[in-house]
T-cell receptor
Framework: DTGVSQNPRHKITKRGQNVTFRCDPI?????LYWYRQTLGQGPEFLTY????????KSRLLSDRFSAERPKGSFSTLEIQRTEQGDSAMYLC????????????FGPGTRLTVL | AQSVTQLDSQVPVFEEAPVELRCNYS??????LFWYVQYPNQGLQLLLK??????LVESINGFEAEFNKSQTSFHLRKPSVHISDTAEYFC?????????????FGGGTRVLVKP
């Protein structure tokens, strides 16, 4: 068990560019969550997957955001036409459905939009 | 919808002194309650949780939290802190019977333990 991993750890981009982040959950965890954390705030829920199905999306997830989990393993979060307000830490978490009460978090990807 | 308020953004405390981190929540439905901890340069980790039963729950490293339904609170306490408890602590809730069990977090309390 190597834990939840996220890549890249840091991303600096210019406004208007597209970025993609990857999350590798703990092996066999069928639930995967994305959260966003801005400076001085707690994490906010963005979306979650059960296996490959995206079952819930937050209002925070505008049309510029898209998330996928094509084979029910790793997940990607893409932000198109980035804006300065997208600057944040993007956190991924995973859990087993039968152990739903414990989410395991990755170290996060810090996005800076210039 | 639910919300979580952590009243203190920072709590400085001396080593071996007690600490209490306050957490209040608002929800129209029943919730489960959690405390997560984030040590410097690490990811969030579950510290303890209340799902049902005894309203006092404990962690393996000496923290405890008490669910108070009438006051909609879930304050976290430790009678004697160590330098290693320096971290940011997040209170969170999850709706009972909601699919997915997404977490709603408070803004966090940064604890700095001084020698």
């Amino acid at each position: 068990d190597t834990g939840v991993s996220q890549n890249p750890r840091h991303k600096i981009t210019k406004r208007g560019q597209n970025v993609t982040f990857r999350c590798d959950p703990i092996s066999e965890h069928n639930r995967l969550y994305w959260y966003r954390q801005t400076l001085g705030q707690g994490p906010e829920f963005l979306t979650y997957f059960q296996n490959e199905a995206q079952l819930e999306k937050s209002r925070l997830l505008s049309d510029r955001f898209s998330a996928e989990r094509p084979k029910g393993s790793f997940s990607t979060l893409e932000i198109q036409r980035t804006e300065q307000g997208d600057s944040a830490m993007y956190l991924c978490a995973s859990s087993l459905e039968r152990e739903w009460d414990t989410q395991y978090f990755g170290p996060g990807t810090r996005l800076t939009v210039l | 919808a639910q919300s979580v308020t952590q009243l203190d953004s920072q709590v400085p405390v001396f080593e071996e002194a007690p600490v209490e981190l306050r957490c209040n929540y608002s929800s129209s439905v029943s919730v489960y309650l959690f405390w997560y901890v984030q040590y410097p340069n690490q990811g969030l980790q579950l510290l303890l949780k209340y799902l049902s039963g005894s309203t006092l729950v404990e962690s393996i490293n000496g923290f405890e939290a008490e669910f108070n339904k009438s006051q909609t609170s879930f304050h976290l306490r430790k009678p004697s802190v160590h330098i290693s408890d320096t971290a940011e602590y997040f209170c969170a809730v999850s709706q009972v019977k909601a699919a997915g069990n997404k977490l709603t977090f408070g803004g966090g309390t940064r604890v700095l333990v001084k020698p």
